[in-house]
């Protein structure tokens, strides 16, 4: 397999050598990885990546664009368009999650195109990408594969952790009212409608989670078997209670223990998909880390949409 360092030198001798045509060296080298791929599995394949973990200099100019977003919708008309559906979909996941009303609709529109999707997470889908990952059929990841929770965050804040705050607030002033001015500046902060927010978005993720694990990845069972292993997944992902952190990571290991379908990169047999997939990872990685991109969607054909950052010149 050919590692970081295989992929970089050939990356600077593509440049040197001049072989670029219309495309950078870093498209060349993603582009071929992303055929060998397709040309192993027979499927479609599309990458989903964002640079978040190569920018982090631009969290606050280009927060958004990171995450999952609705512009990210014409991405994937894009890359689909023309596509052979009847072969299925990998999709290869990388990022930090995003808008939960952007990811309702971008499941939908995978729903309606795929009736086949294996997600792949080669390093790190959290949040709203973990969620994706449970609207497929199965996930594919290695050892060093991270999913995550799927509690939902309000300005940056977990919705579940906001209602956890108030209720203890209540149940220690009916207890005793000489509390409340402990607890006065701390609900001060948060605006009226907050807890209705923090409700209807934790109700929204978990029973979006739950029906696309139903219809997709637990179709074969029966409707009560596939609702119970619904139920406890959906119970482990979304109570921030349990999972303690937003940021934890779930393991290979324990996205199976959970009751999820995983498939593993360093099964027997899978010696050639396991170098395959990591060589898509680690070009997608080399693009956003030396190059203005924020984001690639990209199919195995070579159409890509590709968010760039836009950096003013000092005036």
């Given at each position: 397999?050919?590692?970081?360092?295989?992929?970089?030198?050939?990356?600077?001798?593509?440049?040197?050598?001049?072989?670029?045509?219309?495309?950078?060296?870093?498209?060349?080298?993603?582009?071929?990885?992303?055929?060998?791929?397709?040309?192993?599995?027979?499927?479609?394949?599309?990458?989903?990546?964002?640079?978040?973990?190569?920018?982090?200099?631009?969290?606050?100019?280009h927060g958004r664009?990171?995450?999952?977003?609705?512009?990210?919708?014409?991405?994937?008309?894009?890359?689909?368009?023309?596509?052979?559906?009847?072969?299925?979909?990998?999709?290869?996941?990388?990022?930090?999650?995003?808008?939960?009303?952007?990811?309702?609709?971008?499941?939908?529109?995978?729903?309606?195109?795929?009736?086949?999707?294996?997600?792949?997470?080669?390093?790190?889908?959290?949040?709203?990408?973990?969620?994706?990952?449970?609207?497929?059929?199965?996930?594919?990841?290695?050892?060093?594969?991270?999913?995550?929770?799927?509690?939902?965050?309000?300005?940056?804040?977990?919705?579940?952790?906001?209602?956890?705050e108030f209720a203890?607030?209540?149940?220690?002033?009916?207890?005793?009212?000489?509390?409340?001015?402990?607890?006065?500046?701390?609900?001060?902060?948060?605006?009226?409608?907050?807890?209705?927010?923090?409700?209807?978005?934790?109700?929204?993720?978990?029973?979006?989670?739950?029906?696309?694990?139903?219809?997709?990845?637990?179709?074969?069972?029966?409707?009560?078997?596939?609702?119970?292993?619904?139920?406890?997944?959906?119970?482990?992902?979304?109570?921030?209670?349990?999972?303690?952190?937003?940021?934890?990571?779930?393991?290979?290991?324990?996205?199976?223990?959970?009751?999820?379908?995983?498939?593993?990169?360093?099964?027997?047999?899978?010696?050639?998909?396991?170098?395959?997939?990591?060589?898509?990872?680690?070009?997608?990685?080399?693009?956003l880390s030396s190059?203005?991109?924020?984001?690639?969607?990209?199919?195995?054909?070579?159409?890509?949409?590709?968010?760039?950052?836009?950096?003013?010149?000092?005036?």
């Open positions: 397999m050919p590692n970081w360092h295989d992929l970089n030198a050939e990356i600077q001798k593509i440049r040197q050598i001049g072989q670029m045509h219309h495309m950078t060296a870093f498209d060349q080298v993603r582009r071929n990885a992303l055929k060998v791929l397709h040309d192993l599995t027979g499927r479609n394949v599309i990458v989903y990546y964002s640079g978040w973990l190569q920018k982090m200099d631009l969290q606050r100019s664009d990171f995450s999952i977003h609705d512009g990210d919708k014409n991405g994937f008309m894009a890359v689909i368009h023309r596509l052979d559906r009847s072969r299925g979909l990998d999709l290869l996941m990388h990022t930090p999650g995003g808008d939960l009303a952007a990811t309702e609709s971008l499941v939908d529109y995978l729903h309606a195109k795929f009736t086949d999707i294996r997600v792949v997470v080669p390093q790190i889908a959290m949040s709203a990408g973990t969620m994706v990952a449970c609207a497929s059929n199965r996930i594919l990841m290695g050892d060093q594969s991270s999913i995550g929770p799927i509690d939902p965050q309000i300005f940056g804040m977990p919705a579940h952790g906001i209602l956890e203890q607030a209540g149940r220690e002033i009916s207890k005793d009212a000489s509390r409340i001015p402990l607890w006065q500046p701390i609900i001060a902060k948060y605006d009226p409608t907050l807890i209705g927010e923090c409700m209807k978005a934790t109700v929204m993720s978990q029973e979006m989670v739950a029906n696309w694990l139903e219809q997709r990845m637990f179709q074969g069972l029966s409707t009560r078997s596939a609702k119970a292993r619904a139920k406890k997944i959906v119970r482990e992902l979304g109570d921030h209670a349990l999972t303690k952190s937003h940021a934890r990571h779930i393991s290979k290991q324990k996205a199976t223990a959970l009751g999820l379908v995983v498939e593993s990169l360093e099964a027997p047999g899978n010696e050639d998909l396991q170098d395959a997939v990591l060589t898509v990872h680690h070009a997608c990685v080399h693009t190059t203005p991109a924020l984001k690639i969607i990209e199919n195995h054909d070579g159409v890509a949409f590709i968010e760039q950052a836009m950096v003013q010149a000092p005036g």
